[in-house]
């Protein structure tokens, strides 16, 4: 679907959003078994209620029919928050890239190591699927960290993330860093190396992998808080929110229907049948949202990548009328 099309059915998807809210219910099928350590899809279903315009327009956009479909945003400013299915976990694939940068830092916060420490990328050997716990890898060309940052985040470079992962004592050092800032819902469990070499033994479509993954509320927490420099010093925040806003990858996704002046800090994750956007939004007038869209199914990777850039257009354009109305509420007193 071409961005002008895309355009098109994102209009006639959209609710006047100065009408009153009416509770609306939009089904979902998302009730789940747990066994053994994953979740898997049944077909009983539940009506989920959404009280506000923007919580319809963004649930219409995120029917999940063809594949589950999770969405979180927070406005920054004021805490308004919209999600669906924003509390069932999703593959991170790279979208952890964000979580072990931040893990890194907070170690060169330490003391422990600097960014112009040195350390070798690491490329995975050839295996097969399975064959071992853990993907066999060697150590490649050193680069300064600063640098490994700027490709792991920049360009989604995998064999930078391993060389990171290793430096900070693997992902239980990464869940640690999460546990201690709050995220409950995430766990990084394999290596890049192993994530991708064993992708694919579950469709995410109709199948919850607990393991290497996260809530959409959890990663718009993430985001917001190394925003808002919860986490992190300025040093290191203008590192990694820096490394994000030269994205280069995703460009069909959260940055593709949005208006000029807007900057878009983001990263991206792509696995088997599973494509994902999670990023700040800045607006000209200084507000910032956090947003986080995990689309699995859908047919092809193409239509996830609309639905993503469809929801997060409408994720902006919601935010910016609610101001508005506020704006226009504080200044004349209207209902």
């Known amino acids: 679907m071409g961005l002008r099309t895309l355009g098109s059915a994102l209009a006639a998807l959209t609710l006047s959003l100065g009408a009153p809210a009416q509770a609306q219910s939009v089904n979902f099928e998302s009730q789940f078994d747990t066994v053994l350590g994953t979740e898997t899809r049944t077909p009983q279903s539940y009506q989920a209620v959404y009280d506000t315009a923007l919580d319809r327009r963004i649930a219409e956009l995120a029917e999940g029919s063809n594949g589950r479909i999770g969405v979180a945003a927070i406005d920054l400013a004021t805490g308004q928050v919209v999600k669906v299915l924003g509390d069932q976990r999703f593959p991170m694939a790279s979208t952890s890239k964000i979580a072990i940068a931040a893990t890194f830092l907070e170690g060169v916060e330490q003391g422990r190591w600097s960014l112009t420490s040195e350390f070798p990328l690491l490329m995975p050997r050839s295996s097969a699927r399975f064959s071992s716990r853990v993907a066999p890898v060697y150590e490649g060309q050193y680069m300064p960290a600063r640098e490994l940052i700027e490709i792991m985040i920049t360009r989604s470079n995998n064999y930078a993330t391993d060389a990171l992962l ?44 607990l393991r290497d993954s996260a809530t959409p ?6 985001l917001g808080g190394l925003y808002q420099g919860k986490y992190l010093s300025a040093d290191s925040r203008r590192v990694l929110l820096g490394a994000m806003s030269r994205t280069r990858t995703g460009k069909r996704r959260i940055p593709a229907m949005m208006p000029a002046g807007v900057r878009v800090s983001h990263k991206t994750g792509s696995l088997n049948n599973t494509s994902s956007d999670i990023g700040i939004l800045e607006m000209p007038d200084g507000r910032a949202i956090a947003l986080a869209i995990y689309v699995t199914g859908q047919g092809t990777r193409l239509n996830r990548e609309a639905k993503i850039a469809a929801i997060a257009r409408a994720i902006h354009d919601g935010y910016k009328a609610q101001d508005q109305r506020n704006y226009a509420k504080a200044d004349y007193g209207g209902e």
């Open 166 to 209: 290793r430096v900070v004592g693997g992902p239980e050092r990464v869940n640690d860093w999460a546990r201690r800032n709050g995220l409950s819902e995430f766990s990084i469990d394999r290596d890049i190396a192993t994530l991708v070499r064993d992708d694919g033994e579950f469709n995410p479509a109709n199948h919850i992998d």
């Open 217 to 222: 509320m959890a990663m718009v927490q993430m």
